[in-house]
T-cell receptor, first 112, second 117 residues
Framework: GQNIDQPTEMTATEGAIVQINCTYQTSGFNGLFWYQQHAGEAPTFLSY????GLEEKGRFSSFLSRSKGYSYLLLKELQMKDSASYLC?????????????FGKGTKLSVIP | DAGVTQSPTHLIKTRGQQVTLRCSPK?????VSWYQQALGQGPQFIFQ???????QRGNFPDRFSGHQFPNYSSELNVNALLLGDSALYLCASSLGLAGVRSQDTQYFGPGTRLTVL
């Protein structure tokens, strides 16, 4: 089975930096995704990590440590529009196919 | 280039009824996965279709069934609806079974909001 943990809620100030952590336990690991989801909308892709290290994409960066089963999403220069849920999801292989398993999401509130 | 489309947008049913949700994958994609997302939760994998066959299934009862058509579009059917089936149902498409492991290759549709009364 797979287990993915991330904080339920976080609050941060506009212009600040926030780090959202994700820990996972899975077999057949094939990569980790971060998605952003605004209320009532579909998840949108933010980042993908399959090798250890940091991937930077503009204001967003994602880190992966496979040996520790740990990832984080770093958001810089926070804007009010960054208020959303952030979903950590792990790709695992099995029976010749791949399955995406999501954590419960971290609801980020950005305050002025 | 059309993205993933789903219909209907919203649906209200009563307990015991049956419902069919529809999904058209992004142009060029041939694999469709369905997810159920309850309020305040992350999406939960229901099943995945490729070459008109169910390839993987999550922990959902047989009341949840699906189908994939030759044009790669897909349907999700839920029988004997329960109050707990109220959720946002998301469809995601990708290219091939292996495509879902690569970055930015699984695209989500806008979802169907199902309310069971």
């Amino acid at each position: 089975g797979q287990n993915i943990d991330q904080p339920t809620e976080m609050t941060a100030t506009e212009g600040a930096i926030v780090q959202i952590n994700c820990t996972y336990q899975t077999s057949g690991f094939n990569g980790l995704f971060w998605y952003q989801q605004h209320a009532g909308e579909a998840p949108t892709f933010l980042s993908y990590n399959v090798l250890d290290g940091l991937e930077e994409k503009g204001r967003f960066s994602s880190f992966l440590s496979r040996s520790k089963g740990y990832s984080y999403l770093l958001l810089k220069e926070l804007q009010m529009k960054d208020s959303a849920s952030y979903l950590c999801a792990v790709i695992a292989s099995g029976a010749g196919s791949y399955q995406l398993t999501f954590g419960k999401g971290t609801k980020l509130s950005v305050i002025p | 280039d059309a993205g993933v489309t789903q219909s209907p947008t919203h649906l209200i049913k009563t307990r015991g009824q049956q419902v069919t949700l529809r999904c058209s994958p992004k142009s060029g994609h041939d694999t469709v996965s369905w997810y159920q997302q309850a309020l305040g939760q992350g999406p939960q994998f229901i099943f995945q279709y490729y070459e008109e066959e169910e390839r993987q299934r999550g922990n959902f009862p047989d009341r949840f069934s699906g189908h994939q058509f030759p044009n790669y579009s897909s349907e999700l059917n839920v029988n004997a609806l329960l109050l707990g089936d109220s959720a946002l149902y998301l469809c995601a498409s990708s290219l091939g079974l292996a495509g879902v492991r690569s970055q930015d290759t699984q695209y989500f549709g806008p979802g169907t909001r199902l309310t069971v009364l």
